[in-house]
């Protein structure tokens, strides 16, 4: 098949989230498909921009054919909206320089405005289109603030998403329950899951990072230092560890709160590693805490490699509405890989620490059971804890390995591309 994929935020192992897009194109290339993947330039969420020789500059990357479209740098929503209107108008501009033929097309949101201009880039080509939705927009803003209701911006979402839900041939998606939340806005949607997962062949970094200190902890380098996992492993601590991304999604707040109550257990380390909005904030909640830790992210390459330095690893979120139709993150596949006890904090209508018996499972938003949890893990023998990672482990290699979801990936495409679309919700990647 000939694929492309439509998502602004497409990025790379290279370049930084969303990786979900890129270890689906990187399984269909190996699987003997050519994917060309269309995404933009700049996005808040990489760690690295590409080099750019023009409106698009194409580029390989394992064997995925990038085309990265310049567009305008964003630091706010209104500017950010206009990033992506001239995406979507240098996407059809510039469409046979992107991609001349396929067989299918793939819109990746959000942002939803961008379906309008892939369906017709589509329509152009001739061929059908399916829709990945990895978060579900504008319900998400709805949450944060009761003021989005004012926002034209919330209705033009809307309505991108009924037309998204009336003219794609299937809906896929990382969160278990979109496809109430699809009915219920767009009426009787044809919709499959397929998870986020984590690369299990991928050979982490050979030498283990340096982390750079942000806010130190008793015993360690001075804050603008850096230290090594060998210095964190030395330190004879239980080591409860966090990685990713400090912003408003993330429950750091509540990990920060269970060092507080645990700050006379002197023989656990709280580590947190990571960048964000938020960070700030929580380094300067835990200034006076001597048992946390926090330091600032590392390579996606090299997450492997500070994981083994951990006993046990935090998957928070706050509370929200939205996740009771599902959540899918990357941290948590990424502890079940590194064979981690899980501690997780999210309500939602999928728990793959439950389903797996990796770890332990703690209500929101509550440290004080967070913190117990904890402790019930560093009394375990370490056998015990190990035997909790390899369940972890064992699941992920069973339902959430990239190339299980590959397999899943490559067969709901090629039904809706031999369909021409037409399909029977029922069955569409089945």
Known sequence: MRILIINTNGGSIYHGPNLRTYYAAKELVERGHRVILAT????????????????????????????????????????????????????????????????????????????????????????????????????????????????????????????????????????AGAGRYLDKICGPVRTTVIPNGFDTSMTPTQEPPRLTIVKSAEGMPPAGQQVS????????????????????????????HAAQQLVGQHDILFLMVGAGLRRNRIVQMAASLPNLMVCDRVPSCAVPRVLEAMDACYCGLRQNPVNLYGVGLAKSYEYMAAG??????????????EESGGGFTVPPEDPAALAAAIVRLFKMTAADRTCLGARARSHLERHYSISVLGEQWERCLAEVARSGGQRDPTTVGA
Not at 98 to 104: E, K, M, P, R
Not at 233 to 246: A, D, N
Not at 341 to 348: D, G, K, N, Y
């Open 229 to 256: 996992l060998d210095q964190v492993r030395t330190s004879g601590k239980f080591v409860v560890g966090y990685s990713g991304s400090f912003d408003r999604d993330n429950d750091t707040e509540s990990l920060v």
């Open 40 to 175: 933009s330039a700049f996005s808040h969420k990489y760690a690295v921009l590409p080099q750019l020789r023009g409106v698009v500059t194409p580029e390989t990357i394992d064997g995925i054919e990038y085309r990265w479209i310049r567009t305008l740098r964003y630091r706010n929503v209104v500017e950010r909206v206009l990033h992506n209107l001239v995406f979507g108008i240098r996407l059809l501009a510039h469409r046979t320089e992107i991609c001349d033929s396929a067989d299918v097309v793939v819109f990746s949101g959000p942002p939803l405005e961008l379906f309008p201009f892939s369906w017709f880039l589509a329509s152009r080509l001739g061929v059908p289109i399916a829709s990945d939705i990895r978060d579900l927009w504008p319900l998400t803003q709805l949450n944060m603030s009761r003021w989005h209701w004012l926002s034209p911006y919330t209705y033009l979402q809307y309505a991108c998403l009924r037309l998204m839900g009336k003219k794609s041939a299937v809906c896929i998606s990382p969160l």
């Open 340 to 353: 981690k006890p899980i501690l997780w904090m999210i309500e939602a209508c999928n728990n793959p620490v």
